[in-house]
């Protein structure tokens, strides 16, 4: 097994009366995709949202257990440090849209009030552009609205925004369901690309990408893991029947 | 026969008895477009009225008095001296303090409202207690500023070294920042609720905090339509009257000083249309259609505004 990187232990999640997620014990690897996965309202959003603390914004829900990002237990970081550390992209593009492209990669920089030179900012956008593919499509309209983008590129240019603020793991929340086959395939190859900078940790209903791209797969069903251990081994040799039932399209 | 099957109702070509036809044709739902294009059109037809008739009787002070006359400076009716344009600045200055005072609480009071998550009993009774200032009579809010308003005024004139009148230009600027409070908070707090929380979790994600989500992202976003929001609200406030009128002093003449007293064009129709006639009447009748024609364009503008902030959100 990899360096383990966040330790996820005895997670229980409430939504004021419901129980949504049920003693959670996850080891995710460093430098690694990890796919979460499992039917819709499983609690594989939840879950991701636990990790940045971002359930936090949702009044009445109450989190049992603990997370640890490298051995440090995450309510012991000021939740807009841990964000910092732990970034996040969402299911449907969104970039500012009253921001030019430039300003939407940096604009970590620019809401948290941190003052940089410009060459700083000139080097931070340029690297987080290129490393997701999309320097040369933009770099003649860097000040153009970022909303002017098409979906794909939109994306790609949320997942830069997210790398600027130099994370030790970015979260992905179905980065793809809204996008076309094409700019989907363009986003996996670019987080296979990524993951020896960056931890990624994905959530995904689509059986296929996780097959696609991940190195470990987590399967969540009903708030409870069931299975979770190295694509290769879950997707072939399945131990839990549930888990089987699901890769082999049974319900979904 | 073809006119038949078009109203019919379960849509299956039944034909209709003419008596049968013409009952349908009063039936409710198809009445009702045409009462509905009835009233739209009673609407624009009104102000059309108001235009004309506002229109007609300042023409005719036009032809009496010339219409420059009203551009001077004096007024004094007796000696057939009509100038207005010490009412027409008081107007704009009186709104435009009002407008300043109201801002900075607009704003606090909508981005409280907008983005205050836990909805408790004390966030009810805020919000209703809001809506309610505007449900405050105007006359009321001139009463209340003339008892308890004005002594403070006083003080703060004495203290200054001002003679204490108590009333005048800012006197009727706070009560009127009061006044129009409400009603921009309530375009701007709808303005702010739609933009959309995924924008707004994409800056949490980054580190932000809900202040600098606020002022990073929300506020830039609903901008267009909260200065809608003020501009309307400065149509309401150039043409307040009655409380504007019981505190402003109703003094005809350019005010020297914040303190001075003063009368605004609405405040000076009111005082004066009761004993009017001849040019006189024309002049108050030619200043309110300059009062009407400003507050329509301002009105008009803010729409379009609030519209298209609406469309981008």
Known sequence: ?????????????????????????LDIPENNITAIMGPSGCGKSTLLRTINRMHEL??????????????????DIPAEELRTRIGMVFQKPNPFPHMSIYDNVIAGYILRGIKLHKNQKDEIVENALKSVGLWEEVKDKLFKRGTFLSGGQQQRLCIARALAMKPDIILLDEPTSSLDPLATSVIEELLVKLKKDVTI???????????????YVAFLYLGELLEFGLSEKVFTTPKNAKTEEFLSGKFG | MEKVKKISVT??????????????????RNVLPFLAN??????????????????????????NAGVANILRTTWNPIAEEFGGLPFIATTVLVSIIALGISVPFTLSVSIFIAEWKRKNMFFDVFNTALDLLSAIPSVVYGFWALFVL????????????????????????LVLAIMIIPFSVGISREVLKLVSSDIKEAGFSLGATEFEVTRVVTLPLAKQGII???????????????????????????????????????????????EAWGNHQSALILLGFLLFL???IINLLGGVILRGAKHEL
């Open chain 2, 150 to 173: 004005t002594p403070f005024i006083r003080i703060l004139q004495l203290k200054l070294g001002y003679p204490p009148y108590g009333v005048g230009v800012l006197t009727a600027a």
């Open chain 2, 11 to 28: 849509g299956e070509g039944d034909i209709l008895s003419p008596f049968n036809y013409i009952k349908r044709i009063f039936e409710f």
């Open chain 2, 228 to 274: 809608a929001g003020f501009i309307l609200a400065l149509g309401r406030a150039l043409g307040e009257t009655m409380a504007v009128t019981m505190v402003i002093g109703n003094f005809n003449a350019f005010p020297k000083n914040l303190f001075s007293p003063s009368n605004t064009i609405a405040s000076l129709i009111a005082n004066q249309f009761n």
């Open chain 1, 58 to 75: 949702t009044h009445g829900t109450t989190v049992e257990g603990e997370i640890l990002l490298k051995n440090l237990n995450i309510m």
């Open chain 1, 201 to 215: 940790l994905v959530v995904t209903h689509n059986i296929a990408q996780a097959s696609r791209i991940s190195d």
């Open chain 2, 38 to 63: 009835l009233s739209g059109a009673l609407v624009a037809l009104i102000i059309l009225g108001f235009l004309l008739t506002l229109g007609a009787k300042s023409l005719e002070f036009a032809k």
């Open chain 2, 294 to 296: 400003i507050t329509l």
């Open chain 1, 1 to 25: 097994m990899d360096n383990v990187i966040l330790k996820i232990r005895n997670l229980n999640f409430y939504y004021q009366n419901h129980k949504v997620l049920h003693s959670i014990n």
